[in-house]
């Protein structure tokens, strides 16, 4: 319950100062113009109308204002000072750590841009982009959190967290892979078995190749039993289609010496 309450207050403060940090990005705008919007910021087009001016209604209690500038572009970011980069990295990569989904992801995407333009304190960086992967992780896309922690690692590479966290990672995206191989097995079983039956060569061929550009694993494959379709077409008259297949099971064999269980050798 207090740990509870200590996080929501963090949060609000941390929100606060990102608020006061896209008031001075707000005020740097004309800048980025390249003359749209005149030569200075003195021919900005200001709202004339009291209420868009003067917002606060009183008597009235006014809800809680949200950071809502989660997309800024490099351009406009590089108006601010270094020393300032440092702290907008800081207080997003704070704000999506006690955050989930989305909205975490958005401020630890915040947090690492700034990185790319400015120097960033290295435990900003990695914290920051520790959140990111874990976000991207979540949305099924793990390579991508692979690639980012992969600065991290450069970073920090004895931060012992940060290497349970790639291991973590590394083995989901490895299941993910194996199941979308393992359909495309499946499809293609099914697509070589036609092609044999029908003498399409040039279906062969094409599918023999697809299939070589696959990352198999002795346990899809064997899970699938490609390699009976494949067998035949090593047997081919045609040298086109016989070669690359004889190529495939030289692969198969070395995947199951390398990856086959003990007990079922």
Request: with cysteine.
């Amino acid at each position: 319950m207090e740990g509870g309450r200590h996080k929501a207050l963090a949060l609000k403060r941390w929100r606060r100062i990102l608020l006061w940090f896209e008031e001075m990005l707000d005020s740097r705008k004309w800048k980025t113009q390249e003359g749209k919007a005149g030569d200075s910021m003195y021919d900005l087009q200001w709202d004339d109308e009291p209420q868009k001016q003067f917002p606060f209604k009183p008597g009235g209690r006014s809800e809680e204002k949200l950071p809502s500038m989660l997309q800024v572009e490099d351009a406009l970011l590089k108006q601010l000072l270094g020393c300032i980069h440092c702290q907008w990295a800081r207080a997003h990569g704070a704000a999506a750590a006690l955050l989930n989904g989305e909205l975490s992801r958005k401020h630890a995407q915040c947090a690492v841009q700034a990185c790319g333009v400015s120097r960033i304190p290295a435990d900003v960086e990695v914290k920051s982009r520790c959140t990111l992967a874990w976000r991207l992780s979540e949305d099924g896309k793990s390579a991508e959190a692979l690639a980012v922690l992969k600065e991290a690692q450069a970073l920090d590479p004895q931060n012992t967290e940060l290497k349970d966290q790639v291991a973590v990672i590394t083995q989901k995206d490895n299941e993910t892979k194996s199941i979308s191989t393992l359909e495309a097995l499946k499809s293609l079983k099914q697509d070589l078995s036609d092609s044999f039956e029908a003498n399409d060569v040039g279906g062969l061929k094409l599918f023999l190749q697809e299939l070589d550009s696959l990352p198999l694993t002795w346990e899809v494959a064997s899970e699938t039993k490609i390699g009976k379709e494949v067998g035949m077409c090593a047997k081919h008259p045609d040298a086109a289609v016989a070669e690359p297949a004889k190529s495939i099971i030289a692969r198969l064999h070395k995947l199951a010496k390398a990856e086959r269980p003990l007990w079922v050798r």
